[in-house]
């Protein structure tokens, strides 16, 4: 059994026609689809910066990506076409200086046929750069009223009433033409004068626009970098060289102390980013500890041991959130427990599977957030209540191990369970247990106040 060439039967490729080979005269200097350097340069630099942009920007460079649209309609003529248009004017200007009107017309004729074919794309392209179809359309609009308006004049007998009027009036008396004429060029330069002006605002704008996009665009990539500086200088702080967690105290205090330094120079959608990193890394759990070399105990399962009780935190966020501004962002799976979030902004927040036990969340906003199985206490719901200066946590009971809720506003939260609803109207207080969703009825307010 044979097997042939695939060279033999191949297609053969279609011939290429000379037309293809041979563009028109008048061809576009680019295809319909195709973007100028400076435009492509501008767009690949939006893409680049798409995957670091922040919920809080977002609006601010889809605005601006109007600004850099690419120019489609540029315009370019053919050498044969110019050499056709200057035999055009040198005819009309033989037929003008040997007074043949044939040959002037003729010549005259098909330079004005070229010249507009020229320039017709030209202006269009103008036309659409420097006016906005609104602006189009209300100028058809005003060229319409005023062909009305004319028409109106004319037709109406308005116009023969006013030729009639204007015959009556002494002109001598009222000045002569040229002094009419005067004040209407004065008119004109007045109106050209705020057109100008009008434009310069206009072109100032656009400017601003795009130095406050590139600014944007360079506080979004300078944020990432410094969080990504950050992650490794962590990582190699409190790891060792076989990637075991060994953190020494100084090492626990060089770590909260860069910590409290980045969080407070990243905006809501940074701080999100930091925290789920470590929180994912067990960073903020508190670990068991062997009691004399302080180093985290595995548990036997590929993980660390936790100890809530008396384990200790690699990094301990204490008030590093308090006031802290996290609208929006994405905590999910994050571990804030004993965390101080006091008049903290987490207002549509996606809070799902968090750990917020004792943590203080005093006149705190909720509004609109995830709390699909967020922690707020351990134990039973009966038996939970919010953290107490004096009296250690009992996780078993679920004393002392909820959060701080007095105050807080939950309006709108999002797939409250049973349980967490019962201890915020428990233990909110009675402006707490107005913003609860499905509201308190039937449940006592065991804060009292």
């Known amino acids: ?33 195709n973007l100028t350097p400076d435009g492509l340069a ?28 690419p120019q489609t309609n540029l315009f370019t003529v053919k050498p044969r076409a110019l050499l056709i248009t200057l035999l055009a004017i040198a005819i009309t200007i ?16 098909v330079t004005l046929m070229l010249s507009v074919a020229i320039l017709l794309p030209w202006v269009q392209s103008a036309i659409k750069q420097w006016f906005s179809p609104q602006d189009r359309t209300l100028l058809i609009a005003f ?54 002006a009008w434009r310069q605002y206009i072109i100032s704008k656009d400017l601003t626009i795009q130095q406050n996009l590139l600014t944007v665009q360079q506080n979004i990539i300078t944020q990432q970098q410094t969080i990504d500086s950050y992650f490794q200088g962590i990582s190699d702080l409190v790891l060792d060289e076989e990637g075991l967690l060994e953190d020494w105290p100084q090492e626990r205090s060089i770590a909260e102390g860069r910590t409290a330094a980045i969080l407070s120079s990243v ?8 925290l789920r990193f470590l929180s994912r890394s067990k960073l903020l759990t508190p670990l068991k500890r062997d009691r004399r070399l302080g180093r985290a105990i595995l548990n036997g399962v590929g993980g660390y041991a936790e100890d809530r009780i008396e384990g ?4 301990d966020l204490g008030v590093m959130l308090a006031g802290a501004d996290l609208a929006g962002t994405d905590l ?44 707020l206490f351990y134990g039973s719901v009966e038996n939970a209540s919010p953290r107490s200066r004096t009296v250690p946590p009992n996780y078993q009971t679920g004393e002392h191990t909820g959060a701080v809720i007095e105050n807080a506003d939950f309006t709108n939260a999002q797939r409250m369970s049973d349980a967490v609803r019962y201890y915020c109207c428990a233990w909110g207080g009675e402006q707490t247990r107005g913003t609860i969703p499905g509201g308190c009825e039937g449940i006592p307010n065991k804060l009292e106040r």
């Open 1 to 33: 059994m044979t097997i042939e060439s695939n060279s033999n039967n191949s297609p053969t490729p279609d011939p290429i026609s000379e037309h293809d080979l041979q563009p028109d005269d008048f061809d576009g200097g680019t295809g319909e689809h």
């Open 267 to 274: 905006d809501g959608s940074g701080k999100a980013k930091i």
């Open 332 to 375: 999910r799976w994050t571990d804030l427990s004993e965390a101080n979030l006091v008049r903290a902004d987490l207002s549509g927040c996606d809070l799902v599977k968090a750990n917020l036990s004792r943590a203080i969340l005093y006149d705190a906003k909720l509004c609109n957030a995830d709390f699909n199985g967020v922690r």
């Open 42 to 69: 501008t767009q690949q630099a939006l893409a680049a910066i798409a995957s670091l942009q922040s919920p809080q920007n977002t609006t601010a460079l889809q605005q601006a990506r109007s600004w850099f649209k």
């Open 94 to 109: 033989i037929g003008l200086a040997v007074n043949n009107k044939l040959i002037g017309i003729f010549g005259t004729l």
């Open 143 to 196: 060229l319409g009223l005023v062909v009305a308006i004319i028409g109106l004049v004319k037709f109406s007998g308005l116009g023969d009433r006013l030729l009639a009027w204007g015959i009556k009036i002494n002109w001598e008396a009222s000045g002569t033409l040229a002094e009419w004429f005067g004040a209407l060029g004065q008119i004109l330069i007045a109106i050209i004068a705020v057109y100008v």
């Open 312 to 315: 200790v935190r690699v990094i």
